[in-house]
């Protein structure tokens, strides 16, 4: 591989994941993945320009914040690109009346949405609601109709909470796909228009920012995708065999935030 | 389409889906199809060879023939071709130790199979069993296996109770593939081994036989692929797009199997 040096040239902004990068969620607000906290306060003491970007759909912003502030991070929800008002957003656009298949934590984000008579079904990581019962609702109510929408908040597989890997909407998505023979929209990594509007909030190209993030698919390939570089992090979901991914190769393998953040402040532009 | 006559010429033997074309399951043991008990005596009474092959995974057979009995059919155990003995018998030939993500009421098929320290996963049609804590077993145990093996029994994307349309084993069986990148082994319709087997065990040859089922891909479209011939229901799941289906066609569509077995007797050779 290229020396770091050339591998970094030109970086002006960094998108930052948050589970997995930032901290494991779990019991009682998940714990901070060590370094983290600091790796943060100085990347965005630097010049760098810093945007957290996140498929969290269990959680709105102002919970997922508040968590992280408790842990330490220095972050406030403006700073947040987050799948939920991404969604609203092409709700409200496109007139749709959504059935949510979502867990309660993220329910305020569709606080002003009209969910009466639905016409679409949003998904997103529902965890334990995603019983039996509920997937049959939001899979009779796509029966029902004559063009069925169902939208994504990402497309994960699975992420890692401290006890353990943990399901991630994606199988979820895939399960309705596949009963009534539909694509969903994906809103969230690894879309284009997202990572576009978190480089947007930031006033940053594609080619002059990196991703760092702990799904080899989802972040870094996306992100590549984009025409961002990408760091993948040996945190979270990481797993050895992502080194080797048939299809996905990093910019550069780091073993955590803190590392990453060592190497970017090392080589970009002073 | 070809007259009757020439479609059936030369059938000795008939395959028989149970759900959708014998009855309609749902509370209180489900609900007979107008004329299908009488429907059943009738081809018992002729000289065409008779199976029922089924992909139900929520009831044992014992279970499962008891219901129908008290409906009104005359069917028993020994009559019926059914996934879970299928799939016990390559758990037992493969030394294979399940997690069972199954319904209770099946659980029984699996008495004689050693589950301690799984090493592959079972799905089957769960219903409410199908829990996220459930789901993320099966993908935990899967996740930590070297070469993971997940049988699924049957890939049915719903089917129809008297309450409604639910969802089948088959969009839980994508949701684990996805989530863990592999694919499924099924056992049970489509799959040609489970039709051969249905086939062995009333000594009729593919060519010489015709299933009849509501499932346009599972029963027709497999059924064909094995060189049978088959019939769709207008009952149970069956909906209008399916008699223009872009991949499979029916040999012939019958409001019922009262329809269906008035031509047979028929049009065969007495």
Known sequence: MAPWGERLAG???????????????????????????????????????????????????????????????????????????????????????????????????????????????????????????????????????????????????????????MLDVGPYMKALEYACGIKAEVVGKPSPEFFKSALQAIGVEAHQAVMIGDDIVGDVGGAQRCGMRALQVRTGKFRPSDEHHPEVKADGYVDNLAEAVDLLLQHTDK
């Open 11 to 165: 970086v002006r902004g960094v998108l930052l994941d948050i589970s997995g990068v930032l901290y494991d969620s779990g019991a009682g607000g998940g714990t901070a993945i060590a370094g983290s906290v600091e790796a943060v306060a100085r990347l965005k003491g630097s010049r760098l320009k810093v945007r957290f970007c996140t498929n969290e759909s269990q959680k709105s912003r102002a919970e997922l914040v508040g968590q992280l502030r408790r842990l330490g991070f220095d972050i406030s929800e403006g700073e947040v690109t987050a799948p939920a008002p991404a969604a609203c957003q092409i709700l409200k656009e496109r007139g749709l009346r959504p059935y949510l298949l979502i867990h309660d934590g993220v329910r305020s984000e569709f606080g002003q949405i009209d969910t009466s008579n639905p016409n679409c079904v949003v998904i997103a990581d529902a965890g334990e609601s995603f019983s039996y019962q509920n997937m049959n609702n939001a899979f009779q109510v796509l029966m029902e109709l004559e063009n069925p929408v169902l939208i994504s908040l990402g497309k994960g597989r699975y992420y890692k909470e401290t006890s353990g890997l």
